[in-house]
């Protein structure tokens, strides 16, 4: 079946670093192609998404670019924040009613 | 803004109890779901609703049942929790013909 893998984490960076956290899936379709991120605290929202290959989808300085030919969906940010410090989420739906979810990223910035 | 809430931030029950947990959405949005989070698993999907007093089992339903009776609400019973049904539930909705859930902020539930 459709499935998502992350990078394990947690992914430590100081304040301004550049931050790439790999996402990859297999999908039987042309799947969409999501990121959620997690606040301490909280639940899920949206970050970005995408819908179909090469698209870019982008927010708050984040991008991430669906790649089809190497399953891919990685997210980028130039410089981080302290306040982006959150757990991260892959996600793919492959047009049906669910969201197939990867296990999380936790991402910790420090000063 | 799409806006979801969950009945409680935090529940402690104790083996055996019967446990609601309430979802409630006010965008009028068709489908709700219901996940549970657990660290290194990422979220499981257990029951899912497209619309009133329909419902459609996740990938994981055992030990859990749903109630739809109207659209704005999606309520998560555990008819008799037990300590692995210690987790953070997660309620989410999504417009017709759309792919992006709204998520409300959880409830993390402790069984003892």
């Known amino acids: 079946g459709d499935s998502v893998t992350q990078m394990e984490g947690p992914v430590t960076l100081s304040e301004e670093a550049f931050l790439t956290i790999n996402c990859t899936y297999t999908?039987?379709?042309?799947?969409?192609l999501f990121w959620y991120v997690q606040y301490p605290g909280e639940g899920l929202q949206l970050l970005l998404k995408?819908?179909?290959?090469?698209d870019k989808g982008s927010n708050k300085g984040f991008e991430a670019t669906y790649r089809k030919e190497t399953t891919s969906f990685h997210l980028e940010k130039g410089s981080v924040q302290v306040s982006d410090s959150a757990v991260y989420f892959c996600?793919?739906?492959?047009?049906?009613?669910?969201?197939?979810f990867g296990t999380g990223t936790r991402l910790q910035v420090f000063p | 803004d799409v806006k979801v809430t969950q009945s409680s931030r935090y529940l402690v029950k104790r083996t055996g109890e019967k446990v609601f947990l309430e979802c409630v959405q006010d965008?009028?949005?068709?489908?709700m779901f219901w996940y549970r989070q657990d660290p290194g698993l990422g979220l499981r999907l257990i029951y899912f609703?497209?619309?009133?007093?329909?419902?459609e089992k996740g990938d994981i339903p055992e030990g859990y049942s749903v109630s739809r009776e109207k659209k704005e609400r999606f309520s998560l019973i555990l008819e008799s929790a037990s300590t692995n049904q210690t987790s953070m539930y997660l309620c989410?909705?999504?417009?017709?013909?759309?792919?992006?859930?709204?998520f409300g902020p959880g409830t993390r539930l402790t069984v003892l």
């Open positions: 965008m009028d949005h068709e489908n």
């Open positions: 999908a039987t379709g042309y799947p969409s």
């Open positions: 996600a793919l739906s492959d047009g049906t009613d669910k969201l197939i």
């Open positions: 609703s497209y619309d009133v007093k329909m419902k």
């Open positions: 989410a909705s999504r417009g017709e013909g759309v792919d992006t859930q709204y």
């Open positions: 995408a819908t179909k290959a090469d």
